[in-house]
C-alpha cells in the first residue's frame, strides 16, 4: 500500500477528466447549434471554433449524422470567406458525402452545393460550377426552408450565363430567382437579380428596359442598406452611356466612384476609371482616357480586369497611329487574360484549346478583334502586305473563337446578339482580304458570316437522323417532355405547391436530357460531327461544284462602311469593293419603283427605273465578267430580282437579265454544298401528289375568294400520274397535316400571310390557318421543293448577318432544299400561268433555275405590254438547290410546297413596311 496513495490520485484526476469530457461530449451539440447563431463572429474565429467543435465531435466518437454534415458546411463556409479555397473544397466534398447518405442532411445540401458551385467558379469550371448550382436548385425546390440558397443559385447561374455571353439565360434566372425573393421578402437578394437582369437586358441592347431595372435595383439597395452601391451606380452609368446620355453616365460614375471610395474595394473603383475612360475615348479625348486606364491598371490585380485596361490602353494608342505600343500592350493584355498563354511576340496568337477553355470569351474576342483591327490600320498606313497577313492571322483566330462561342448559347435572342456583333469583325477581315488580293480567304469569311443560325439549325436536323429509331424516339420523348412542363409551368404561381412540384420535374427532366447527351457524345459519334459542324466550303469545292453544274457564283456582303461583291466561275474568282452609300441609296428607289405598278405604267419613272437597273448591273455583276448562263446569287439579307436588271436598251426593248441568265437564289455556298441525307426508303402507296385549292375560306377567316385557282391546280396536276386534290371544303388544315407528310409533291394554292415582325407567318386552309412553328422539325421529311406565295409583302425582319426571318427561310430551317417564292404581289393571271409554265420545264427534266428562266421568257413572248411590266413577272425566285426535279417513274417526283395565292403573292423575302399591290 506504499503507493496507494498515487494511485488514489490518480483515479481521482481520471475520473475528473471523464466527468468533465463527458460534459463536453453531452454539450456538444448544444455548442454546434449555439455556433449558427453566433453572428457577429469574424470568420477566423467561426473557423477556429467549428474546427475545434469537430475536433471534440470525433474523440467523443458522435456519428456522423446532419449536425456533423451541418458543422462541415459552416466550417467549409468560412474556408471560403477567408478564401482557402482548397481547404473549402475539402470540407465541402466531405459534407456532401456524407449528407448525400442521410436523408435527414438533405436540406443542408442547398447550401454545401451552392459553396461547391461558387469554387468552381473561382476555378474557371464553368460547366461543374453550372452543374453544383443546378442542384442545389433541386435541393431548394424541395425544402423550403433552403429557399434562401435557391435564390443565391439563381444568382450566380445569372452571373455564369452573362460570363459566357448568353444573355437571354441571364435575365430568366434572375427573373426565377425574383419570383422566390419575393415569396420570402428576401430585398437585398432582390437587388442583386434585377442588377443581373439589368445587366443582361444591357448586354442585348435594350438599354430602355435595362435602365428601369437598374433603377429598381438601387432603389432596393438603399432601401436595404447595401454597401455596395457603388456597383449598382456603375452598371446604371454602362447603361447611360450607350444611351448617348453622357452627362448622366459621368455623375453615375462619380456617384459610384465616391461610395466605392468609401467602401476601399480598389477593384471598382479601377472599374469606374476604365468607363470613365471608354466615354472619354467615344469623345476621342484619348489622352484623358489614358490617364483613367492608367489609374485603373495601377489599382487591379484582377487578371481578367487588367486585361481589359491593357485593352482600353492599346485602343487609344492605337487611334493616335502609335501602332507598336498598341500592339505589345494587347499582347499583355492575352498574357493577363490566359494563364498559359506567355507569348510575348504581338505576332503570336493563342492556341485554339486555349481559346476554347477560356471563361470570360466575350472580353477575348473584344481583345483579339481590335488587334487584328490595328494590324490591318497598321498595314494600311505603311503598305505593308506583312502586317496584312498578320491581321489575316489573327482575323482567322477569331473567327475560330466565334465557332466556340455560338456552341455555348440556346436563346435566340442572344445568337442573334453575337451575330449582330461578330457583323464588324467579318467586315474588316473581308477588307484584309482584298488588300491581299485573297479571294479565297474572303469567300470564307463571307460564308462564315452568313446564315449562321440556319446552318446550325440543319446540323442539328442531320445529326437526328444519325441517331436509330429508339434513340430519336427517346430524344423527341424527353424534348417534349421539356417542352410540356416548361409550358404548364408558365401558366403556374410561383410559390405554390404545384409550381414547385413542375419546377423540380423539369429541372429533372433538363438533367436527363444533358446526360441523354452526353451518352450520345460516346456511342454516336457521328451525331456530334453533324450536330456542331463548324467547316465550311471551300473555294475548291465551289468550283468543282460549278463546273459540273456549268454555273457561276455571285456572294455579297453589304457592311457598314464598304460593299464587296465576290464572283466565282470554275476557273476562277474576284473580289471587288465599292462605295456602300451610293449602293444602298439606289437599291431603296430601285425597290420603290418595283413596287408600284403606278409608276412603271409612268414612262418617264420606267425610264429612270431602267437606267437603275443598269446601275446595279454595272455595280454587282458587270465587273465580274461572268459568261451568261446559270448564275447562283449568296444575297446579304434581302433580295433584289437580278432578272429585272439591265444591260441598257430602250424603254420599248430594255434588254433584262433573264434573257442570258437563269438565276438561283442561296443562304450560303454551304447549304448549298452540304450533303443531304437521304430520305428513308419505304414503299409508295399513292399520294405521290398532293394539291389542295379551298378557293373560298370560312368567313372569320376574311381571304378573298381566288377563283380559277382549282382549275389550275387540275392542269399542273395532269403532269403527274398519280395524285390526291383536294379543293373548296376538303382543303382543311388537318388534311394537309395528315396527307403532307407522306408526299413529295405538295402544291397549295391559297393565301399566306406574314406581313409584320410581331406576327408568325401563317398558311391559311378552308377552315382555318396553320402557324409555320406547327410544321415542326420532321413534318416534311420528304418535301424537296418548296413554292412559297402569299397574299402579302413585308415578310419578317431583316436580322443583319442571318437574313430576312421568313415563310421561306422557316421551310429552309425545316431541310427543305428549294424554295420558289415571291418578293412581292403577283397577278392571278401570271400566277397561275407561271406555275403552268414552271412544272411544264420541270416535267421535262429542266434544272430548277432554268425551268423557271424559260417559264419567264415564254411569259414575257406572249404577255400583253402591261403583263411585261417587271412587277408582274419577276417576282417569283428560287432559292436553294437548282437540280432537276427527279422522274425515274410517273410516280417519283421530288418536288414540294406550291403556295399560290390569286390576285397577290407575298414576298418572304422582301423588306419591312412595303405595300401590296392592288
Not at 493584355?333 to 506567355?342: A, Q, R, Y
Not at 447562283?632 to 426593248?653: K, M, Q, Y
Not at 403532269?719 to 388537318?734: K, N, Y
Not at 422522274?887 to 390569286?902: K, T
Amino acid at each position: 500500500m506504499r503507493y496507494g496513495w498515487l494511485i488514489g490520485v490518480i483515479l481521482t484526476s481520471w475520473l475528473a477528466a471523464g466527468r468533465d469530457s463527458y460534459a463536453q461530449c453531452v454539450r456538444i451539440r448544444e455548442d454546434v447549434l449555439a455556433l449558427g447563431h453566433q453572428t457577429t463572429l469574424k470568420p477566423e474565429a467561426a473557423l477556429k471554433k467549428a474546427s475545434d467543435l469537430q475536433k471534440r465531435w470525433l474523440a467523443c466518437g458522435y456519428p456522423t449524422d446532419s449536425a456533423y454534415v451541418w458543422l462541415l458546411v459552416f466550417r467549409g463556409n468560412q474556408f471560403v470567406l477567408i478564401e482557402q479555397n482548397d481547404s473549402a473544397r475539402t470540407t465541402i466534398n466531405r459534407a456532401l458525402h456524407l449528407g448525400q447518405r442521410n436523408p435527414k442532411a438533405d436540406p443542408l445540401l442547398a447550401q454545401a452545393f451552392c459553396l461547391s458551385g461558387y469554387l468552381y467558379s473561382v476555378e474557371g469550371k464553368v460547366d461543374w460550377a453550372k452543374k453544383a448550382f443546378g442542384q442545389a436548385l433541386k435541393k431548394a425546390m424541395k425544402w423550403p426552408q433552403s429557399r434562401s440558397w435557391g435564390i443565391q443559385a439563381r444568382v450566380n447561374l445569372a452571373y455564369l450565363s452573362s460570363s459566357e455571353g448568353d444573355y437571354e439565360q441571364t435575365i430568366v434566372h434572375a427573373e426565377e430567382g425574383q419570383q422566390w425573393a419575393l415569396l420570402i421578402r428576401d430585398n437585398a437578394s432582390r437587388a442583386l437579380l434585377l442588377r443581373e437582369k439589368a445587366y443582361g437586358l444591357y448586354w442585348l441592347r435594350r438599354y430602355d428596359e435595362a435602365t428601369t431595372y437598374a433603377q429598381q435595383a438601387i432603389q432596393l439597395a438603399h432601401t436595404v442598406g447595401q454597401t455596395n452601391l457603388g456597383a449598382y451606380y456603375l452598371l446604371l452609368g454602362d447603361i447611360e452611356s450607350k444611351r448617348g446620355s453622357f452627362a448622366l453616365a459621368v455623375e453615375s460614375y462619380k456617384r459610384a466612384a465616391s461610395m466605392i471610395l468609401k467602401a476601399n474595394d480598389e477593384e471598382l473603383q479601377a472599374t469606374v476609371q476604365i468607363n470613365l475612360g471608354f466615354l472619354y475615348y467615344q469623345q476621342k479625348l484619348y489622352g484623358l482616357a489614358i490617364q483613367c486606364n492608367e489609374r485603373a491598371l495601377a489599382l487591379q490585380k484582377n487578371r481578367l480586369i487588367r486585361a481589359r485596361i491593357l485593352d482600353n490602353l492599346a485602343a487609344c494608342y492605337w487611334k493616335t497611329g502609335q501602332f507598336d505600343k498598341a500592339l505589345t500592350l494587347y499582347q499583355q493584355g492575352l498574357n493577363s487574360l490566359l494563364s498559359d498563354f506567355t507569348q510575348t511576340d504581338p505576332t503570336e496568337n493563342p492556341p485554339a484549346e486555349t481559346v476554347r477553355l477560356a471563361l470570360r470569351k466575350e472580353a477575348l474576342l473584344t481583345l483579339m478583334q481590335d488587334k487584328a483591327d490595328t494590324w490591318l490600320d497598321y498595314g494600311i498606313a505603311t503598305n505593308s502586305r506583312q502586317r496584312l497577313i498578320h491581321a489575316l492571322n489573327t482575323y482567322q483566330k477569331v473567327d475560330q473563337m466565334i465557332d466556340y462561342m455560338r456552341w455555348e448559347h440556346t436563346g435566340q435572342q442572344s445568337k442573334l446578339y453575337w451575330r449582330k456583333k461578330t457583323r464588324g469583325i467579318y467586315e474588316r477581315a473581308i477588307e484584309t482580304c482584298w488588300r491581299l488580293g485573297n479571294a479565297e480567304q474572303a469567300f470564307r469569311f463571307i460564308e462564315k458570316s452568313r446564315a449562321v443560325m440556319l446552318v446550325d439549325k440543319l446540323n442539328e436536323l442531320g445529326a437526328r437522323q444519325q441517331l436509330s429509331p429508339q434513340q430519336a424516339q427517346q430524344e423527341e420523348s424527353l424534348r417534349t417532355t421539356k417542352a410540356s412542363l416548361q409550358k404548364r409551368l408558365s401558366n403556374q404561381q410561383a410559390g405554390t405547391m404545384t409550381y414547385d412540384s413542375l419546377q423540380t420535374a423539369l429541372t429533372n427532366a433538363q438533367e436527363q436530357f444533358d446526360n441523354f447527351l452526353k451518352r450520345l457524345e460516346q456511342t454516336s459519334p457521328s451525331y456530334f460531327r453533324y450536330r456542331y459542324d463548324t467547316t465550311t466550303t471551300s473555294l475548291d469545292d465551289l468550283q468543282r461544284y460549278l463546273k459540273a453544274e456549268k454555273a457561276s457564283f455571285v456572294s455579297y456582303f453589304e457592311g457598314d462602311n464598304a460593299f464587296y461583291v465576290l464572283g466565282v466561275t470554275a476557273d476562277g474568282a474576284s473580289l471587288t469593293q465599292k462605295p456602300i452609300t451610293a449602293h444602298s441609296r439606289e437599291v431603296r428607289e430601285f425597290k420603290r419603283l418595283l413596287a408600284s405598278t403606278e409608276a412603271l405604267n409612268r414612262r418617264s419613272e420606267l425610264g429612270r427605273f431602267l437606267t437603275l437597273g443598269y446601275r446595279l448591273y454595272q455595280q454587282v455583276l458587270a465587273p465580274l465578267t461572268l459568261p451568261n448562263g446559270r448564275v447562283i446569287v449568296s444575297s446579304d439579307g434581302e433580295v433584289i430580282p437580278f432578272d429585272v436588271l439591265n444591260r441598257g436598251g430602250s424603254l420599248a426593248e430594255p434588254r433584262y437579265l433573264v434573257n442570258d441568265y437563269a438565276f438561283s437564289y442561296i443562304y450560303s455556298a454551304r447549304l448549298l454544298l452540304k450533303e443531304r441525307l437521304d430520305s428513308p426508303v419505304f414503299g409508295w402507296s399513292g399520294n405521290n401528289f398532293l394539291g389542295m385549292a379551298p378557293v373560298r375560306f370560312a368567313p372569320a377567316l376574311h381571304q378573298a375568294t381566288l377563283l380559277g385557282s382549282d382549275e389550275a391546280l387540275r392542269s399542273i396536276a395532269r403532269q403527274f400520274g398519280a395524285s390526291t386534290l383536294l379543293t373548296h371544303q376538303e382543303a382543311t388544315r388537318g388534311a394537309f397535316l395528315t396527307q403532307a407528310p407522306a408526299c413529295r409533291i405538295l402544291q397549295l394554292f391559297t393565301h399566306a400571310d406574314a406581313d409584320s415582325a410581331d406576327r408568325e407567318p401563317v398558311i391559311y386552309f378552308a377552315d382555318s390557318t396553320l402557324r409555320l412553328s406547327e410544321l415542326g422539325d420532321g413534318t416534311l421529311p420528304h418535301t424537296q421543293l418548296a413554292v412559297l406565295t402569299a397574299c402579302k409583302t413585308g415578310v419578317g425582319v431583316n436580322q443583319r448577318g442571318e437574313g430576312v426571318f421568313s415563310l421561306a427561310r422557316g421551310l429552309a430551317s425545316l431541310g427543305v432544299p428549294s424554295v420558289v417564292t415571291t418578293l412581292w404581289g403577283v397577278d392571278s393571271k401570271a400566277t397561275y400561268e407561271l406555275s403552268r409554265l414552271l412544272f411544264k420545264y420541270l416535267g421535262e427534266g429542266l434544272p430548277k433555275d432554268v425551268a423557271l428562266q424559260k417559264a419567264k421568257q415564254d411569259w414575257l413572248r406572249t404577255a400583253s405590254r402591261f403583263e411585261q411590266l417587271p412587277n408582274q413577272w419577276a417576282g417569283l425566285i428560287l432559292i436553294g438547290d437548282t437540280r432537276p426535279l427527279e422522274r425515274a417513274s410517273p410516280w417519283r417526283w421530288a418536288a414540294g410546297l406550291i403556295l399560290v395565292a390569286g390576285g397577290s403573292w407575298v414576298s418572304s423575302l422582301w423588306a419591312r413596311g412595303r405595300r401590296p399591290l392592288g
